[in-house]
C-alpha cells in the first residue's frame, strides 16, 4: 500500500533537517511514480502533543497520492559489533518498505548487534545506516552506500565527512567507524574497528 518511508527525526516538537527529507522524497517520488510529486512531505504536519518532548522518530510511509504519519519515543541502539556480510544483488537505492533482502542479511550477524554489507566486493552499509570512519584525522563513507541517507548527505555538504571507495582490505587503515541516520548525528561514541567480525 506504501512502497516507499521516510525516517525523520523530531527533537522537542521540532522536525530537524526537514529539506534534506524533501529533497530525497522528491526524487525518490519522480524515480518510482514517474511524475513530479502530488503532495507535500510535511504539509500539513501536527504533532502530537506526547511526542512534543525528547527525541521522536517520525515515520512517513507514503505512495502516489497520500501519506501516513506514524511517531514514537527514539531510543538509540547501543551497537558494539558488526559482522561483515555480503551480496551483489541488493538494490536499496531509495527507502523501500519491502526490507526482506536487508532483513536476511541482519539475519546474518550472529552474536553481533548488526552487518556491515559488502556489495560487489565494496563497503556500503550497515542494516539500517550509512557508515563512517576515522582514518585518526578524518571522517569518510563509503562513496557507494547501499542508500544516500539524509544525514550522510548533510554532512558531505558540510564538508565535516567526505567521500572514498573502500573495499575490505582498507577497513585496516581505520581506528573506528561510526553509524549515522537521520536519527543518529555524529555525536555518538565510537566502535573501535577491531569490534568488526569478518
Given at each position: 500500500?506504501?512502497?516507499?518511508?521516510?525516517?525523520?527525526?523530531?527533537?522537542?516538537?521540532?522536525?530537524?533537517?526537514?529539506?534534506?527529507?524533501?529533497l530525497?522524497?522528491?526524487?525518490?517520488?519522480?524515480?518510482?511514480?514517474?511524475k513530479?510529486?502530488?503532495?507535500?512531505?510535511?504539509?500539513?504536519?501536527?504533532?502530537?502533543?506526547?511526542?512534543?518532548?525528547?527525541?521522536?522518530?517520525?515515520?512517513?510511509?507514503?505512495?502516489?497520492?497520500?501519506?501516513?504519519?506514524?511517531?514514537?519515543?527514539?531510543?538509540?541502539?547501543?551497537?558494539?559489533?558488526?559482522?561483515?556480510?555480503?551480496?551483489?544483488?541488493l538494490?536499496?537505492?531509495?527507502?523501500?518498505?519491502?526490507?526482506?533482502?536487508?532483513?536476511?542479511?541482519?539475519?546474518?550477524?550472529?552474536?553481533?548487534?548488526?552487518?556491515?554489507?559488502i556489495?560487489?566486493?565494496?563497503?556500503?552499509?550497515?542494516?539500517y545506516?550509512?557508515?563512517?570512519?576515522?582514518?585518526?584525522?578524518?571522517?569518510?563513507?563509503?562513496?557507494?552506500?547501499?542508500?544516500?541517507?539524509?544525514?550522510?548527505?548533510?554532512?558531505?555538504?558540510?564538508?565535516?565527512?567526505?567521500?572514498?571507495?573502500?573495499?575490505?582490505?582498507?577497513?585496516?587503515?581505520?581506528?573506528?567507524?561510526?553509524?549515522?541516520?537521520?536519527?543518529?548525528?555524529?555525536?555518538?561514541?565510537?566502535?573501535?574497528?577491531?569490534?568488526?567480525?569478518?
Open positions: 500500500m506504501y512502497p516507499l518511508f521516510e525516517s525523520i527525526c523530531v527533537q522537542d516538537g521540532r522536525v530537524l533537517y526537514s529539506e534534506w527529507h524533501r530525497r522524497f522528491e526524487k525518490a517520488y519522480q524515480s518510482f511514480f514517474k513530479t510529486p502530488t503532495y507535500d512531505l510535511l504539509d500539513p504536519l501536527i504533532i502530537p502533543q506526547k511526542f512534543c518532548r525528547g527525541k521522536v522518530k517520525l515515520k512517513i510511509c507514503y505512495n502516489e497520492n497520500k501519506r501516513d504519519l506514524g511517531f514514537q519515543h527514539y531510543q538509540m541502539q547501543n551497537i558494539q559489533s558488526l559482522k561483515l556480510v555480503y551480496t551483489n544483488r538494490d536499496y537505492t531509495f527507502k523501500y518498505s519491502n526490507r526482506e533482502s536487508l532483513d536476511a542479511l541482519f539475519d546474518q550477524r550472529e552474536d553481533c548487534d548488526d552487518v556491515l554489507i556489495r560487489n566486493e565494496l563497503i556500503t552499509d550497515s542494516s545506516a550509512n557508515l563512517v570512519f576515522f582514518d585518526g584525522k578524518f571522517w569518510w563513507t563509503p562513496d557507494l552506500p547501499l542508500l544516500e541517507g539524509t544525514c550522510r548527505a548533510r554532512l558531505l555538504a558540510q564538508e565535516i565527512i567526505g567521500k572514498a571507495k573502500l573495499g575490505v582490505d582498507d577497513l585496516k587503515k581505520f581506528q573506528g567507524l561510526k553509524l549515522i541516520n537521520a536519527l543518529r548525528d555524529m555525536n555518538q561514541p565510537m566502535i573501535p574497528i577491531n569490534r568488526l567480525v569478518y
